[in-house]
């Protein structure tokens, strides 16, 4: 039975585009999956720490060695790590913040890239865990940072999400870049309309 890990990391709630559009993308795949578990994450409303050095130095403790306080600190962590282990597929909807990931996906992501669980070392080189994975991004941006614009090389947020899940073994992605929605505060265009393209790469996608 497949699973879908649908995460959110905006704080716009349902002015988000980037969430209209992971919505899209979940109903489209619970239809062509009718059998299928989606697991939901909106971590604006979790409470995701910052990584410490007492965090550092539990993650680096075998886990069999690990004390009480170490295993506490690792909680969270174990059960984002699980989330991405048990699903086949991920969704991601994404804002664009100063160019870049919002603050609160950096941490999540601090917390699952971790030495022995999504990615480990092989002789020196490193070899990512979470393989045979499909994810893709759903990046809303006010401007327009696609690849054929001026504006192109001011995107850090899609080379950043490709690396890192790259570097965890997902090569299987595809990125949304849903840019320009600053039509659709202005009243440029309706925000069916700047959805509809991207609705249809989503739906080529789960096809």
Do not use: C
């Not at 988000?16 to 578990?37: D, E, M, Y």
């Not at 295993?71 to 989330?83: G, H, P, V, Y």
């Not at 202005?186 to 989503?202: A, V």
Request: hydrophobic share 45%; glycine share 6%.
């Amino acid at each position: 039975m497949p699973t879908l890990l649908h995460l959110d990391s905006s704080p716009a709630g349902d002015a988000s585009i980037s969430r209209h559009l992971t919505a899209q993308f979940v109903a489209k795949w619970q239809a062509a999956n009718p059998t299928g578990t989606v697991i939901t994450r909106d971590i604006t409303t979790m409470q995701i720490p910052p990584v410490s050095q007492a965090w550092i130095a539990a993650r680096m403790t075998p886990a069999d060695a690990r004390t009480t306080e170490q295993k506490e600190l690792l909680t969270l962590s174990d059960s984002l790590i699980a989330d991405l282990k048990s699903a086949d597929e991920y969704v991601f909807g994404v804002p664009m913040y100063n160019f870049g990931i919002p603050a609160i996906l950096k941490l999540w992501i601090d917390q699952i890239a971790r030495p022995g669980e999504t990615f480990s070392y092989v002789n020196g080189t490193p070899a990512g865990l979470l393989t045979d994975k499909k994810a893709t991004f759903v990046i809303a941006s006010g401007g327009d940072y696609s690849p054929e614009t001026a504006m192109a090389s001011y995107n850090y947020t899609a080379p950043y999400l490709k690396a890192v899940f790259g570097f965890l073994g997902v090569t299987d992605t595809l990125l949304i870049n849903a840019g320009g929605a600053m039509a659709v505060a202005f009243g440029k265009i309706d925000l069916p309309t700047f959805m509809q393209p991207h609705i249809e790469s989503i739906h080529q996608r789960i096809q």
